[in-house]
Structure formats: structure tokens, C-alpha cells
């Protein structure tokens, strides 16, 4: 079974400023996708950024961006030129490109505090 | 933009009621999930249902629950007889082909009293 982790319970960085939150996992699969996910106090899911494993290239969403190690099986994400409203739980997933069902196996989740 | 819809937001229940959450999935997508959260822990995988049918389910997803599209549009959660432990967040996401990301829609808060 796939396992997500996330060794960060909290991170906190100034408005502005650049942000990276942490994410391994553990898979014998080659293929497979990886999300990054914004949970609001709203706690509504909200998709930030997703990357296919067969690419090498690190997906960009705007201020948004990850540094995917397939090697060593990493998935950090970029938060560059944090704003007030980037304040929001995050949570890493892994998603098996296997089977019809392909559930997501989330991590723990890293709270991220922007200070003004 | 296309969302997922649940209703109600926020369900309160008593221990041992059965309760159905309702969820309206993206008209065009083809696979469908629920997931919960217990506040402050992490978000888990219930059920995925695709062509009519459950295509997987996990531990948590015992007799109590079951899965129902009934009418084309919308797809429902029951619990049939509900206990404190049952208390969370439940998320219905959607998607419409494997490499596609879910929807999630906004959850519906569960209370069991």
C-alpha cells in the first residue's frame, strides 16, 4: 500500500515571501500521479497543482510550483510570494494511475500560517 | 466553473439514526468518491464508484455504508445506523477520466449526538 507523509505539521512564512512544504511517499509503482491540495477554514478541497510521474518537467501554476524527485520519491511544493490568503491547511495525495477506482492517499497535512 | 454540490452542510444526528448524504457530481464526469475527515486528522478514501457499481472500498467502508447513484445526477451516502465514531467531514469528489484530478465538493459536516 502507498503511504504519504508530510514531516511538517506547521510552517509559517512572512507575507511576500517564498514557502517550500515537504512530502514523500512510498510506492513500488512507476506510474502515478501526485496532487497538492488546499483545504481553506472553509475546509473545502481546492486543487492547487498536480504532476504526472512519467514527466520529468516540475508542474507551475502561478505562484505555485513542486520539485518532483521520482528517485527519491519527493514531492515538495513552492509557494513563491506568499499572500494573506495563501493561509490554509495543504495536503500531499498520491493517486495510483492503476485500476478504475485510483483513490487518493493523502498525508497528514502541513498548516501554513502567512504572517503580514 | 463546474462544481461538485452536497447538501446538507451540516447534519446533526443521533446515535443510531440513519442518515444519507447527498451529493450532485459534475454532469459529465464518470467516477465518483467519497471521502471523510475527522477533525484534525487526515483525509480517508470511503468508496469509488464507477459504471454503476462500488470499484473499491476500504476498511472503514463496512455493512453500515452504502453507495447509491438512483437517478443519474445524484449520488448518496447512507449510514444506516450511525455512532459517535461516525462524527467528521464528508467530502464527494468527481472526476471524469484517470488522468483527470477530483472535484471535491464542500463537505458535508456530520454530528452524531
Known sequence: AQTVTQSQPEMSVQEAETVTLSCTYDTSESDYYLFWYKQPPSRQMILVIRQEAYKQQNATENRFSVNFQKAAKSFSLKISDSQLGDAAMYFCAYRSAQ???NMLTFGGGTRLMVKP | EPEVTQTPSHQVTQMGQEVILRCVPISNHLYFYWY????GQKVEFLVSFYNNEISEKSEIFDDQFSVERPDGSNFT?????TKLEDSAMYFCAS???????YTFGSGTRLTVV
Request: a positive charge; zero cysteines.
Open chain 2, 95 to 101: 472526476r471524469v477520466t484517470a488522468n483527470y484530478g
Open chain 2, 36 to 39: 471523510r475527515q475527522i477533525l
Open chain 1, 99 to 101: 485500476g478504475a477506482g
Open chain 2, 77 to 81: 451516502l447512507k449510514i444506516r445506523s
